[in-house]
């Protein structure tokens, strides 16, 4: 019985992966459709506000997917991956103040706005090549992924595990939020990068821009997926889980755990470098609260919410808790984080495996399968 | 004085005991066989409520247990030596068997010397981490825990698991001594033929989650052995 | 019968031991007999001497039995061979060139030595296929790992092994749902798909019924010859109905080594183990 | 140069004049007779009627006179109403323009007069007027007092008045200090008042008595010395003063740099002890239970509230309040706790990673809870006047109350904690659960009793520190959140699960800090901190104070 | 749309910043409440339509997004922090929007869509500085803030400001702190050495936000007093102080354009409302309320004088209406788009209340443009004449902005 090629089997086996990408498909080109060709008044027409609403819940889904990779399936359970999400987002964001040009309130050509206001005199260098869009979108990975080389492959090696290593990776989102609150870091402070004009020549405020960001980000989110999918159901996804669920035993098989643990972390770091990028032009805004550590604990949540080990739950997940708070922050301003938090208990209480988790539970209940009653003890 | 009625078992949708029933009478000495994966160590976690079942009762000293929790049936008289032994590996060998004492409302008396007596081991390990023992220590730290109850019923699960010869038989030596001088109350389960011939006086056997055969030790026949203890 | 240290420069030139080669079984050099030498090796924790200078060597081929007290070191001793714990003096060789001490777990397993632990770990998530899957010889890096196929020869590889566990039924089924014994005949056959040269077999018959305990004995010996086979266990049965060799352990280190008779009937071996 | 500044100076001239033709004067006489003279000796005698009459109209700069005249008035009912006056409680009955002094008896004044001390009769608060003090009427009131107050039999007032002095050395204080010190007992004040002298001998002309009290002053460590010291060596010509001058600095300075890491030890202890409080609740619910529980934070806020809400049913017995919240908050965050357990957490077990999940919910509930409840905006709490002020131990360094307290009280209540945790059955009963709860089930310990019992005394450890916390920072519905990643870290930082570990974890973290803040500046402390955890962790990655032994790989 | 014009209120009503900006969506409800009352305006009702954009600056820039695009408000009011106001300016810019900004900031902005109610740096930091130099005669300087953009700048023009007035640069010390910083002891420490060097010290203080209660309370027990070594800040209001223990700040300062304090009817109208709308007769008023007040006073004056809450037409009609503050006199809305204020300068009482012991002789207009700064010292707003909101004198161009 050797195994299928990936897309048979993603079309045979993966019941959730296809209603997932199909609805994605859809969305991709339906909702662009109804915002610019449907005319505004009409019953049908979906605002451009909509639009970028669901863009950035993509791009959250898509760093959802990323964290769902290395704790979901590799036990990595990282309390700092909003640290990726957010250099993603500032390298994206540097491209896009360079494309700023002289049209910055001080009218420099050379230099940012809250460079001027600084009085600094030139560009620092590692601002440099951030005006070729090549450039940046190469840093949105690279950054990302160096970061998560170089800090898992001290973490690793030493073999931090658990609550160890959710913490460390917690002091290093917190570590990056207090450097970048620094303005004599160099990206802005507090404010963070904001005022951006355009991308690659397109207003950034057209409607068209907006829609392309959206397409993009499903795109995006489908081709995360069918990467992840991918990987986790190849023989190095199983390792991977092998090593979640019995670290030693895996290595003493002849795995180098180390590797497969860094290999994983650091492409689920650039994954969420990508998402970071398309949400920085879509919400138009980079600040250093995007290292904040309870991002990264939020993020969690919303994994976990939508059903750990299941890539497409964490998407759905992040659509979830971002959609209720969209909505919930507005129709009840004053009491909205009762609600929240309450859906949170709910949906540990009664949801041990998530969103799909119940989906699944009840499927197979329907089919009357048995189903081992065993922990999954991922940590 | 342990009577167990027609008791059902589910992990999840699998239905692992059925309607298995036995009766232990006080002071008896029963050993529990059958292949791995009947149901044996299922059917003792029943008993001490750390598993959840689905129909049936169980019985003990007249009372109904079946809805009690596992802390409760302890504190009744059921000792329970679990597969595995699951000894609280960061406390130590003294604080292992000081956690039974301490429900007990004696917490601050000294452990029975008794325990001693039957495992001098753990006397020279007293400060030693429980999870740092070798696995035939932990095995006679297990059994001395259970005894800081002092149960009325025994459960071991495979005490035999692991351990060196000569201790083996001192554990079945002292299984005998437990229930024949201390009148405690025995249930065995055990794999090995020789071992459970000497400790037992009745057998129960099991086969896929069902009671099959039981009687007396003498009466296990090459032919029980055969059909259900042989693959 | 010291390890050869005639050449000193050989050594020189295997060490580092580098991560990026993988070691095809083949090279290891047996040529002096042993497979594995364990020299001198002391193992303390918080001041408690777990092995106490121990020497022993095994025999390429050889199907050896290792018993002792509780607590002897036993499980120590495997833990040093395969890079769990490491040795605070003594140096333990694979063959004539491979120093276990600088090796990792992984590259000890790559190297070919394989372990069946006391308590059976297995991956619970996984089904029994793919835990033997997992095991199975192969290369083992990141990236030849991900675009990995089962070929016919493997596959056939992992059905024969499944029977010989007995597991065929529950080739789909995941093996956190396994009793007790059908986990420990599930790490058996992980060791057999790994296919070392050196196979370290912890208690394998713990749990087991009689009849199952003879089958294991006799795979057991099946394997020996082609592969170097240490046990340890304290069924006497079962030593005896394996082993030529019995080396006995005693508070760190070798009490007594002999055939099967000669243990049997030495008086200390009696007086620390066997009891009458 | 600004107005005012030249007003000093010739007031400091004059001053100088008049202590050359002065000197045979007594020196009792000087002391009344400082500053003001210069300006009043004009001025004819008035009476304390008269001056203080006065004070009740006006603007500050018209009161700044009053005070200036009030204080030659040889009076001995002059001083209260100076303090009072500093302190702002120096009010008149808006109706009969009379002055009095007030104690707040139920919501309103009692007053007393501050002619005869006489009770002037009951008001409420908007039928009194406050006589207004600014910052520099303050300096002048407390330069007066300073004065006045050389002459009290309080150590801690003298004490004051001299340092006050010392801000301005010439030859009246001088000789005032030298009447003082003859009678002077306090080794503290006969110190500042030698250091005083030896700063005069400095600009003697004799250059042996110059020598010898630059000599002298190498011993002493208040904050003048040194600057007169550094006025020598800039100014002088003579080689041989501006070289003892140096020295003697030196030895100051190198007297100075020890205290100065005394210091900073002091300040990464005190940091340490924050720190401490912080996360050792944190170390029962997470250390030992393995709840990874994000509502900490909110549960050290519920016993800042409870602080509050103690403070204010008893407003007039604000020392009182804080022992009371003590076990309060504990009650108050325990019960908490456990409805916290008992609701939610115990669906949880064995599903370490979901308590993280719901316990950040309910840290949104509670903190959105408490806005509901008490606003949006932070409290005060009031500090009891045991705590407030400091430790002096010299003149350059000195403990505060509060830190000082909140030490110990960090230390005691670890100590209790760790005897709780040893020593009682629910402490072994405790660990035996966390390490394998069907087992210890199955051992007759009362499993969900235990769970409920150690949630609540975690939870209750954290509302403690709320009391503490609510003594140093805001108390306010975001009290929590700033607290939870530091003690996530230092109880990760010492090893989960080892209460020492967290002692030691939490000390040496706030040392770390304080010792780097120096140089690094605030921000980048806490970075290098932060960078240091990491690092930390690949050397040791069980934290500093690892569980042990070969049962904590499975 | 419809029979109500909406008034959109974007504060935090959660997260960190919660606890300032609360009471100034209650201010506006105030406010929207009275106007009603009052008949509403252009004879329609006010609506309110509140969101809560949690202290979140993404979320920021997607609620206004949503109350200008789904729910079609008239006129916003909201943001506290810059990088609020920073992450809505192009939303608004570009969905032409109206914004009303009611809190000090750090100036460097003019947008045509944003009327800033609050303080630039000319009407609180520098005449801070002149009445400390001249009253009190410090001659030392500690600036003391919170690391972003604010205190950067206020200090960096504080800084320029003090060198031009002749003061050496060891006198002067700077420090940073970042967000929330909550042990201040070796700061107090460090300061209370800078102070004892002989010659008069003063702290400059624009520590934000949570970070002032632990600072204060340090203050008081290392036994920093106010008149050895005061402290001046520009966060610290009646609101914050109700926060603090009061007692050992007594003398402690604070610029503000208002204090509760000042005693005049109108104030006094305006607190009486406050406290019988809010509920609680111990709540205090501050300072961007009454910008707050100011804001939507003129809004509605604006309104009511081009009839019609089209942007572009209230945007030009807001140029030059006047209405009175709080503390006397009459803030005048200028062509770049910021008030005229009085300058106040107020020492902490026992009760948490400010003495206003300073105040600047007449009117102060806001400077969007810092004349201290290099950078700025040539731009200029004018959205009447050069209809642009940073025109640079040198160049004489008109950049960014998206305004072509
Ligand atoms: N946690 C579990 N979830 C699902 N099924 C389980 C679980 N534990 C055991 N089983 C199943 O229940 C059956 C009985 O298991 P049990 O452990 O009681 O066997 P046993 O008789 O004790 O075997 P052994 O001799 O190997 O210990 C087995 O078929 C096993 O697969
Ligand atoms: N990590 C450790 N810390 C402290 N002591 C240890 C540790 N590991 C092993 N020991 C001790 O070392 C000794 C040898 O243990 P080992 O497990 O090797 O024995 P064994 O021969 O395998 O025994 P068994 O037959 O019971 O499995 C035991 O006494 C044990 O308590
Ligand atoms: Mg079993
Ligand atoms: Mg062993």
Request: proline share 3%; net charge positive; hydrophobic share 45%.
């Amino acid at each position: 019985m050797a195994r299928q090629p990936f897309i048979v089997d993603f079309l045979k086996n993966d019941k959730g992966g296809k209603i997932f990408v199909s609805i994605l498909l859809v969305t991709m080109f339906v909702v662009p459709a109804l915002n610019l060709l449907v005319p505004a008044d009409s019953f049908f027409h979906v605002p451009t506000y909509t639009v970028t609403l669901l863009g950035k819940y993509l791009s959250y889904a898509m760093l959802a997917i990323a964290l769902d990779l290395v704790w979901g399936y590799c036990g990595i359970l990282s309390l700092g991956h909003a640290a990726f999400f957010a250099l993603g987002g500032y390298a994206m964001g540097m491209y896009l103040m360079r494309q700023i040009g002289d049209r910055g309130v001080y009218g420099n050509t050379e230099l940012p706005d809250f460079m001027v206001f600084l009085n600094w005199t030139e560009l620092p260098w590692y601002w440099q090549g951030f005006d070729m869009f090549w450039f940046a979108m190469i840093m949105v990975i690279l950054v990302p992924g160096l970061l998560a080389l170089v800090f898992g492959w001290l973490a690793f090696r030493a073999r931090v595990t658990g609550v160890y290593l959710s913490i460390i990776t917690q002091a290093l989102t917190y570590a990056l939020l207090l450097a970048f609150f620094m303005n004599e870091l160099g990206f802005g402070g507090n404010n963070g990068l904001t005022d951006f004009k355009d991308i690659l020549g397109y207003d950034l405020q057209a409607d068209t821009t907006r829609v392309s960001l959206f397409f993009l980000s499903a795109l995006f989110l489908i081709l995360t997926y069918f990467l992840c999918r991918f990987i986790i159901t190849s023989k190095l996804g199983r390792v991977v889980v092998a090593i979640r669920d019995a670290e030693d035993r895996t290595r003493f098989i002849g795995y180098k755990v180390e590797s497969f643990k860094l290999w994983i972390f650091v492409l689920s770091a650039m994954i969420a470098g990508v998402a970071g990028a398309l949400f920085v032009p879509q919400v138009g805004i980079i600040n250093p609260g995007e290292f904040s550590p309870l991002n990264s604990i939020e993020l969690v949540v919303w994994v976990a919410i939508g059903g750990r080990a299941t890539l497409y739950g964490a998407a759905l997940g992040a659509v979830i808790v971002n959609y209720s708070k969209s909505y919930l922050t507005a129709a009840f301003p004053e009491v909205w984080l009762f609600a929240l938090g309450g859906l949170f208990l709910l949906v540990t209480i009664f949801m041990p495996k998530g969103v799909i988790g119940l989906w699944n539970q009840m499927r197979l209940k329907l089919q009357g399968k048995k189903q081992p009653i065993a922990e999954n003890k991922i940590e | 004085m342990l009577s167990i009625k027609e008791l059902n078992q589910f992990y999840g949708e699998s239905h692992t005991l059925w309607d298995v029933s036995v009766d232990i009478s006080q002071g008896s000495c029963i050993c529990l066989m059958g292949r791995n994966g009947v149901g044996k160590t299922t059917l003792l976690q029943s008993i001490m409520g750390l598993l959840p079942i689905k129909s049936g009762s169980i019985e003990f000293n007249g009372t109904t247990i079946s809805g009690k929790a596992a802390e409760v049936r302890a504190k009744l008289g059921i000792g329970y030596v679990p597969q595995g032994r699951d000894i609280f590996g960061q406390l130590t060998v003294e604080e292992n068997l000081r956690v039974g004492l301490s429900v007990t409302g004696r917490h601050t008396r000294a452990i029975p010397e008794q325990i001693f007596e039957l495992f001098p081991v753990l006397k020279d390990m007293l400060h030693r981490r429980g999870g740092d023992l070798s696995g035939g220590q932990q095995q006679q730290l297990a059994i001395g825990r259970a005894l800081t109850l002092n149960p009325k019923i025994l459960l071991l699960d495979e005490p035999t698991e692991g351990i060196q010869p000569n201790i083996v038989q001192q554990i079945g030596d002292i299984i005998i001594k437990l229930n024949e001088e201390q009148n405690i109350t025995i249930l065995l389960v055990e794999q090995k033929l020789p071992f459970a011939r000497r400790v037992g006086k009745n057998f129960v056997i099991m086969d896929r989650g069902r009671n099959v055969a039981q009687g007396e030790m003498s009466d296990l026949s090459d032919k029980l052995v055969q059909q259900y203890l042989t693959v | 019968m010291r390890r050869d240290k005639v050449f000193d420069f050989v050594e020189q030139k295997r060490l580092p031991f580098s991560g990026r080669r993988t070691v095809i079984p083949g090279e290891i050099d047996v040529t002096h007999g042993p497979i594995l030498y364990l020299e001198n090796i002391s193992v303390s924790f918080d001041g408690f001497k777990a092995l106490n200078d121990l020497t022993l060597y095994i025999n390429d081929g050889e199907l050896r039995c290792i018993i002792g007290p509780n607590g002897a070191g036993k499980t120590t001793m495997m833990d040093v061979i395969t890079g769990k714990t490491r040795p605070d003096t003594g140096s333990a060789y694979f063959g004539q060139t491979m120093d276990l001490t600088r090796m990792s777990e992984y590259q000890i397993a790559h190297a070919g030595i394989g372990r069946k632990f006391q308590k059976p770990t297995i991956f619970p998530q996984h089904t029994i296929f793919e835990n033997l899957e997992l095991a199975m010889a192969a290369d083992k890096r990141v990236w030849p790992t991900l675009f990995a196929k089962i070929n016919t020869a493997q596959h056939e590889k992992i059905i024969e092994v499944m029977d010989t566990i007995g597991l065929t039924e529950l080739c789909y089924e995941r093996a956190a749902q396994l009793s007790h014994g059908q986990k420990q005949w599930l790490e058996i056959g992980m060791l057999l798909m790994q296919n070392p040269r050196v196979l370290l077999v912890d208690e394998p018959v713990a749990g087991m019924t009689h009849q199952e305990m003879d089958k294991t004995a006799e795979l057991l010996k099946s394997l020996a010859g082609k592969h170097s086979v240490v046990v340890v266990e304290h069924d006497m049965d079962f030593v005896r109905s394996i082993a030529s060799t019995v080396t006995v352990l005693h508070e760190g280190s070798v009490l007594a080594e002999g055939t099967m008779d000669e243990v049997q009937n030495n008086p200390k071996v009696i007086e620390v183990y066997l009891g009458e | 140069m600004t107005l005012s500044s030249r007003k000093n100076i010739q007031i400091l001239l004059s001053l100088i004049f008049i202590a050359m033709l002065s000197a045979g004067y007594s020196a009792a006489a000087l002391a009344d007779s400082i500053e003001p003279k210069t300006e009043t000796s004009v001025a004819i005698v008035i009476s304390f009627e008269v001056a203080t009459a006065s004070l009740t109209a006006g603007s500050y700069s018209d009161r700044e006179q009053v005070i200036k005249k009030l204080y030659t008035v040889d009076d001995e009912r002059v001083l209260p109403v100076l303090q009072q006056m500093l302190k702002s409680k120096l009010y008149y009955i808006k109706k009969t323009k009379q002055l009095v002094f007030i104690k707040k008896i139920d919501g309103s004044y009692k007053t007393t007069s501050i002619l005869n001390n006489e009770d002037a009769g009951l008001f409420e608060k908007n039928k009194l007027k406050k006589v207004k003090v600014n910052n520099k009427l303050r300096r002048l009131l407390r330069g007066y007092i300073a004065q006045l107050g050389l002459k009290s039999t309080d150590d801690a007032v003298r004490k004051a008045a001299v340092k006050q002095l010392l801000k301005n050395i010439n030859a009246e204080t001088i000789a005032v200090l030298q009447v003082l010190d003859k009678k002077e007992t306090n080794s503290s004040i006969k110190e500042l008042v030698a250091a005083g002298v030896s700063i005069w001998n400095l600009s003697s002309n004799d250059k042996a008595t110059q020598l010898a009290s630059i000599k002298a002053l190498s011993k002493s460590l208040v904050p003048e010395v040194k600057l007169k010291l550094q006025e020598i060596i800039e100014d002088t010509e003579d080689a041989t003063i501006k070289k003892a001058a140096i020295s003697s600095l030196k030895k100051i300075d190198s007297k100075i740099s020890i205290f100065g890491f005394l210091e900073n030890l002091v300040f990464g202890l005190s940091l340490g002890s924050v720190l401490l409080l912080i996360a050792v609740g944190l170390a029962i619910t997470f250390g030992v239970m393995g709840v990874i529980n994000m509502a900490h934070g909110e549960l050290m806020m519920l016993g800042a509230y409870t602080t509050f809400v103690v403070q204010q049913m008893l407003p007039n017995h604000i020392t009182a309040s804080i022992f009371i919240s003590i076990p309060l908050a504990f009650l108050v965050a325990g019960a908490f706790g456990v409805a916290i357990e008992r609701f939610v957490i115990r669906y949880l077990y064995g599903r370490p990673l979901e308590t993280l999940l719901a316990t950040f919910g309910i840290s949104l509930i509670l903190q959105q809870l408490v806005r509901s409840v008490f606003g949006p905006t932070n409290q005060a709490v009031q500090t009891p006047a045991f705590m407030s002020g400091s430790l002096e131990i010299n003149s350059i360094f000195a403990i505060t109350y509060n830190r000082l307290y909140i030490f110990i009280f960090a230390i005691v209540v670890l100590l209790l904690l760790m005897l709780i945790l040893k020593k009682t059955r629910l402490g072994l009963q405790v660990r035996a659960v966390s390490q394998n709860r069907t087992m210890a089930k199955a051992m007759g310990v009362k499993s969900e009793w235990v769970d409920a019992m150690t949630f609540g005394l975690g939870s209750g450890i954290a509302g403690v520190a709320g009391v503490a916390l609510s003594q140093l920072t805001n108390v306010g519905p975001n009290l929590g959140q700033a607290y939870i990643i530091d003690s996530f870290m230092v109880v990760v930082f010492g090893g989960v699960g080892n209460l020492l570990g967290t002692f030691v974890g939490a000390m040496s973290l706030g040392v770390f800090n304080k010792f780097l803040e120096p140089w690094s500046g605030a921000v980048l402390a806490k970075i290098l901190v932060l960078v240091f955890i990491i690092l930390f962790i690949q050397k040791r990655p069980r934290g500093l104070f690892p569980k042990k032994g070969r049962g904590v790989e499975d | 749309a419809g029979n109500t014009i909406k008034v959109g209120v974007l504060h935090s009503l959660s997260g960190t910043m919660a606890i300032s900006e609360t009471t100034l969506k209650d201010t506006v409800l105030m406010m929207i409440e009275e106007q009603n009352k009052k008949g509403g305006l252009l004879g329609k009702k006010l609506e309110a339509v509140v969101v809560d954009p949690a202290s979140n600056w993404p979320l920021f820039a997607e609620k206004a997004r949503e109350l200008l695009q789904k729910n079609k408000v008239d006129v916003v009011f909201g943001c506290w922090t810059s990088v609020s106001r920073k992450s809505v300016l192009p939303v608004f810019e570009e969905l032409n929007g109206l914004l009303f900004y009611p809190v000090q900031y750090e100036g460097e902005e003019s947008s045509k869509n944003v009327f800033y109610t609050g303080a630039a740096p000319n009407q609180q930091a520098i005449p801070a500085v002149d009445y400390l130099m001249n009253e009190i005669g410090v001659k030392r300087w500690v600036l003391a803030g919170t690391d972003y953009v604010y205190p950067r700048t206020t200090n960096k023009i504080l800084e320029a400001y003090l060198k031009h007035k002749g003061v050496k640069a060891k006198d002067i010390m700077i420090n940073y702190t970042p967000f929330g910083h909550s042990d201040w002891q070796s700061i107090v420490s460090d300061i209370k050495k800078f102070g004892s060097k002989g010659k008069k010290t003063a702290v400059v203080s624009t520590i934000n936000g949570d970070a002032n209660v632990p600072f204060y309370k340090e203050l008081g027990n290392q036994g920093v007093s106010a008149e050895n070594i005061p402290v001046v800040a520009f966060s610290v209001g009646e609101e914050e102080l109700s926060g603090i223990d009061t007692k050992p700040l007594v003398g402690h300062l604070a610029a503000w354009n208002y204090f509760m304090s000042v005693d005049n009817k109108e104030n006094a109208a305006f607190i009486k409302k406050w406290k019988t709308f809010i509920k609680d007769k111990n709540r205090v008023t501050n300072d961007p309320m009454e910008a707050t007040y100011i804001g939507f006073n003129m809004w509605v004056k604006a309104v009511q004088k081009a009839k019609t809450t089209d942007v572009d037409a209230v945007e030009k009609a807001m140029i030059g209406i006047k209405t009175p503050n709080l503390t006397g006199g009459m803030a005048e809305m200028l062509p770049n788009h910021h008030l005229t204020k009085p300058v106040l300068i107020g020492e902490i009482q026992e009760d948490g209340q400010f003495d206003v012991v300073w105040e600047t002789e007449g009117l102060v207009p806001g400077d969007a443009w810092s004349d201290h700064l290099p950078g700025s010292k040539d731009v200029v707003s004018d959205w009447v004449k050069l209809k642009c909101g940073n025109y640079n004198t040198k160049t004489k161009k008109c950049s960014g902005q998206n305004f072509k």
